[in-house]
């Protein structure tokens, strides 16, 4: 395989209508926030081109700008800024790791994906059933460098990104199913990954807790406590989605009461700061600030 910097390509503009935009294959799970983006498309246009490949069909896949090609689909573009690259299916999803990678659009578990992808690809070329785990995993290490090579990093790194990949992978499963949300449903991006641990921790259906993150206006941090607390929820309650949501509001009005605790503990220190030093309370937060947490404690 050719080092991706020696790919072949071509910069054109690509009719929409020979470009082939399926959103599930998004690298970006659970991403929906597409009508703002799509509205911000259509008052500054795309400067930035998408990477796309040819395919033995003819139609052109996207390696990267699947947000933009559907912005553009949405505003009745006829055409779109793009760089087509002229390289194998496997090579397609490698540049596509490599140029998330560099640019650091994307986290390890996206760039993971598409190097599981091109590896899969690869190993079935080569006569092995991808689909096989046992076999899987006996021989990826073998197509570490392959990868490592083509993207210009090491074996390590690939491993690296690889088992950040594998680490979510039962969660991707469940982010495949929130796509299919409506957006009403569909928590932010961050919060749909919080909220796919969930269900699987407390053993409930994906939707169900989608749509409490959602009408709960449940943060990732909020997600986090409660994957941490032991006693949430218990085993005879697992999988309850009423007392689920039951307990959700319970700790919900936990944090509040701590959060105003914090808040009127934090006033008081600020007030007693500025009357200690004859300072007015703005200059007197300004220095707490500076000195550091451990100063408001005290």
């Known amino acids: ?36 983006f799509a509205k911000v498309i259509a008052l500054q246009g795309i400067h930035i ?24 689909k949405v505003n009745n573009f006829p055409s779109i800024p793009a760089i087509v690259y002229d390289c194998s299916e496997e090579e ?5 790791a490599a140029l998330h990678y560099y640019r650091k659009t994307q986290g390890c578990i996206a760039v993971g994906s598409h190097i599981n992808e091109a590896i899969r690809i690869r190993m079935q070329k080569d006569g092995y059933d991808p689909k096989d785990k046992e076999i899987f995993k006996q021989i990826v290490e073998e197509y570490y460098p392959w990868a490592a090579k083509s993207m210009g990093i090491s074996s390590d790194e690939i491993k690296r990104l690889l088992g950040s990949f594998d ?20 928590p932010p991006i961050t919060v749909s990954h919080a909220a796919a641990k969930v269900a699987r921790r407390f053993d409930m259906d994906p939707i169900e807790v989608a749509k409490i993150f ?18 949430f929820l218990s085993e005879k309650a697992k999988g309850d989605v009423k007392e689920f949501q039951k307990e959700v509001r319970k700790k919900k009005g936990e944090l509040k009461k701590f959060t105003e605790t914090i808040r009127r ?23 707490l600030i500076e000195l550091g947490y451990d100063t408001w404690k005290r």
């Open 1 to 36: 395989m050719k080092d991706i910097k020696e790919i072949p390509r071509q910069y054109m503009e690509v009719p929409l209508s020979e470009i082939n935009i399926d959103m599930t294959q998004n690298p970006r799970p659970g991403f929906k926030d597409l009508d703002n």
């Open 214 to 231: 959602k009408q709960e206006n449940l943060t990732q941090g909020f997600a986090e406590r409660i994957l941490e607390d032991k006693d």
């Open 265 to 287: 503990d934090i006033i008081d220190h600020i007030n007693e700061y500025a009357e200690a030093n004859g300072l007015p309370r703005s200059l007197a937060t300004e220095e």
């Open 167 to 186: 680490k979510a992978s039962p969660e991707m499963d469940i982010l495949e199913k929130y796509k299919k949300l409506p957006d009403k449903y569909l």
């Open 92 to 96: 397609g999803k490698l540049l596509g």
């Open 49 to 72: 081109p998408v990477a796309l490949r040819k395919n033995s069909e003819g139609k052109f896949e996207i390696l990267d700008g699947f947000r933009r090609c559907y912005a553009a």
